[in-house]
């Protein structure tokens, strides 16, 4: 195979280890696996030493996100084409010959959009399907910039693998806890407070967008099907639109001591 055909895969680390070795297994077939850890302190590097992976170091004292590691990571690949994996995901073999059989298309995109499979409760959600992640493409036409949540920048062509090819999607081993969806609403409702801070929310927001995400996430996206499990996460959801809007507004009108 020519090297312009080679996929490395980039896995973004910090103390890892219950899912890593799955994830890499998944991988192992791959022409590279480029493991970036933010010093991690448990068998994180352990684990993906015994699978002579590829390792580099990206100091989490400097970064509280991982977005700026992600572009760190995937400019160290050795080869053209990168698949980004969570160390909580794993690469179906149909998902691995489909971007193969990419690489070697004539007029091959820069970039593409993979369905991701998500569970709560141990179900399967389809309110959070297809979930799409840009996270396969062409190294040197790919800037990740330093924001939360954010996708990748391409410059080219980018589509989406259809939501219908289910046996193509990314499969996510996080299963959360009403607890950990909770702490979480907390931490990353802080990460986008400079983003939003130019929007002048006030009580209407209050209601407006947590009732928007709790529909949207409970009837046009079928959190219907999914039981009480798929209601539960619809609250969530809503939950989490609440915490950003009540912590702009308590921040604009300084009442927090």
């Known amino acids: 195979m020519s090297s312009e055909n080679k996929i ?11 899912h890593l070795a799955r994830v890499i297994e998944a991988v192992k077939d791959f ?28 100091p989490k004292e400097a970064h509280s996100i991982v977005e700026p590691a992600r572009e760190f990571a995937i400019h160290k690949a050795s080869f053209r084409w990168v698949l980004v994996v969570d160390a909580d995901e794993i690469v179906s073999p149909q998902l691995r010959d489909y971007l193969y059989a990419q690489t070697v298309c004539e007029d091959a995109p820069a ?11 141990g179900r399967f959600l389809h309110s959070a399907y297809p979930d799409y992640v840009l996270r396969f493409f062409e190294r040197d036409k790919t800037h990740w910039p330093p924001v939360i949540h954010c996708s990748p920048e391409i410059d ?9 090819c289910k046996e193509l999607a990314l499969e996510h081993l996080a299963n959360d806890s009403v607890g950990d969806i909770l702490q979480k609403s907390d931490t ?3 990460y986008e407070m400079p ?15 947590p009732t928007f995400r709790f ?3 409970y009837i046009v996206k079928r959190g219907f099907l999914d039981g009480k499990a798929g209601l539960i996460h619809a609250l969530l959801d809503a939950i ?5 809007v009540a912590k702009l507004i308590e921040e604009r009108e300084g009442k927090h001591e």
């Open 111 to 121: 970039g593409i959009a993979i369905p991701r499979k998500n569970y709560f409760m």
């Open 240 to 244: 989490y639109q609440t915490v950003i």
């Open 156 to 164: 080219g062509r980018v589509v989406r693998i259809p939501k219908n």
């Open 8 to 18: 490395s895969v980039v896995i973004n680390t910090y103390n890892a280890e219950r």
């Open 31 to 58: 022409d590279e696996i480029l493991v970036c850890d933010m010093e991690s302190t448990d068998r994180t590097l352990e684990i993906a030493q015994s699978f002579g992976c590829r390792i580099i170091t990206f």
């Open 195 to 209: 983003r939003r801070r130019h929007k002048k929310y006030g009580l209407w927001a209050l209601f407006s967008r």
């Open 215 to 217: 529909v949207k996430s």
């Open 188 to 190: 990353y409702s802080n």
